[in-house]
């Protein structure tokens, strides 16, 4: 199999808006996400990059995306640089533990490590998730020293 990673355009939202339901349904069990909200949310990401961005994954062989990922940005002040955090990833389920979020992976790491202003790479997952905990151990990254507090409205 053959996965080409790319920016996301304006006719992929429809497509993410799904992985983006089925993100929350998988990580937030019952907790169900408004479909207009996400789409409006992921049209406004995808045409302003100082929001962020969206990274697809196609199958080279059918041309279809298959997986995701949001990239936001934090300024850090003591790196002086900025630190992406990477959200929304999601692999269509009969595509996963077959290389995809490696490829997407990869292929965002090797951006940061050539953007000397790009100082990391951050995410936070489910603490009850251990699935996508080995899948991001396996890539060299770690949970081992913050712990995310947030304050949601």
């Known amino acids: 199999m053959s996965f080409s990673v790319r920016l996301a355009r304006d006719e992929d939202v429809p497509v993410l808006v799904d992985f ?3 993100l929350a349904l998988e990580t937030e069990g019952s907790k169900e996400k408004d479909r207009s ?5 992921l049209r406004a990401l995808v045409a302003d990059l100082s929001k962020g961005f969206v990274y697809v994954v196609e199958d080279g062989d059918a041309e279809e995306v298959i997986g995701c990922c949001i990239v936001t940005y934090e300024w850090s002040d003591w790196r002086n640089g900025v ?3 990477l959200q929304g990833i999601y692999v269509r ?8 979020f490696k490829t997407m992976y990869k292929h ?5 490590d050539k953007d000397s202003s790009i100082r990391g790479i951050r995410l936070f997952v489910d603490g ?4 996508a905990q080995k899948a991001f151990t396996s890539m ?10 947030e304050y949601m409205k």
């Open 128 to 131: 009850t998730d251990a699935d």
């Open 108 to 112: 965002i790491k090797d951006v940061v």
């Open 83 to 85: 630190v992406w955090w």
């Open 20 to 22: 983006t339901v089925k």
């Open 37 to 41: 909200v996400a789409e409006k949310g």
């Open 93 to 100: 389920e009969d595509r996963r533990k077959r290389g995809v």
């Open 140 to 149: 060299d990254m770690n949970g081992n020293h913050y712990k995310v507090f």
